[in-house]
T-cell receptor, first 106, second 115 residues
Framework: KNEVEQSPQNLTAQEGEFITINCSYS?????LHWLQQHPGGGIVSLFM???GKKKHGRLIATINIQEKHSSLHITASHPRDSAVYIC????????FGAGTRLTVKP | GAGVSQSPSNKVTEKGKDVELRCDPI?????LYWYRQSLGQGLEFLIY????????KSGLPSDRFSAERTGGSVSTLTIQRTQQEDSAVYLC?????????????FGPGTRLTVL
């Protein structure tokens, strides 16, 4: 069993829909990251969380330390949000989820 | 430059040859990380450097892999006697410190293809 599990693996949405991507982990962590990887391969760090909730534009990330669970939400999704979203946790080194491939159709 | 840079962007090599991949972190960032992303796979931690401390090599997949960081800045990841399973995108990231509260900034990666 992977230490970091993401769901769903693939997600297709219509433009404007509200998106939720989930991440569960089984190890003790000091921080959790949400990363975005575009089709060209570049990776951008979206959020780094150790507790609570963060918001940036249309993106919201939450974490529940007790439940070892985090969610990434995208409001009013847009085709340019199409990317792979990766959950990563710091537990000594970095451990990564397999990613969620999001496709937003116009 | 403003971000993490890596070179080359693409490298094609023959099985059994050695390759060197370079990473230039953001100026002033003392922590530097190497990751690997094989085709269809998730990211995999390889090694990280923090200042002058001994690097954490726990993620290196075999003794054919090594990395060094000269002068606390530029890092080189060396793969000796490359194998086809080494084909992947190798990503470098840097952060101000290796502490968990510091965000990592990723480079564009080097796509390695071993024929």
């Amino acid at each position: 069993k992977n230490e970091v599990e993401q769901s769903p693996q693939n997600l297709t949405a219509q433009e404007g829909e509200f998106i939720t991507i989930n991440c569960s982990y089984s190890v003790g962590i000091s921080a959790l990251h949400w990363l975005q990887q575009h089709p060209g391969g570049g990776i951008v760090s979206l959020f780094m969380l150790s507790s609570g909730k963060k918001k940036h534009g249309r993106l919201i990330a939450t974490i529940n330390i007790q439940e070892k669970h985090s969610s990434l939400h995208i409001t009013a999704s847009h085709p340019r949000d199409s990317a792979v979203y990766i959950c990563a946790v710091r537990s000594g080194d970095m451990r990564f989820g397999a990613g969620t491939r999001l496709t937003v159709k116009p | 430059g403003a971000g993490v840079s890596q070179s080359p962007s693409n490298k094609v090599t023959e099985k059994g040859k050695d390759v060197e991949l370079r990473c230039d972190p953001i100026s002033g960032h003392t922590a530097l990380y190497w990751y690997r992303q094989s085709l269809g796979q998730g990211l995999e931690f390889l090694i990280y450097f923090q200042g002058n401390s001994a690097p954490d090599k726990s993620g290196l997949p075999s003794d054919r892999f090594s990395a060094e960081r000269t002068g606390g800045s530029v890092s080189t990841l060396t793969i000796q006697r490359t194998q086809q399973e080494d084909s992947a995108v190798y990503l470098c990231a840097s952060s101000v410190l290796a502490a968990s509260y510091n965000e990592q900034f990723f480079g564009p990666g080097t796509r390695l293809t071993v024929l």
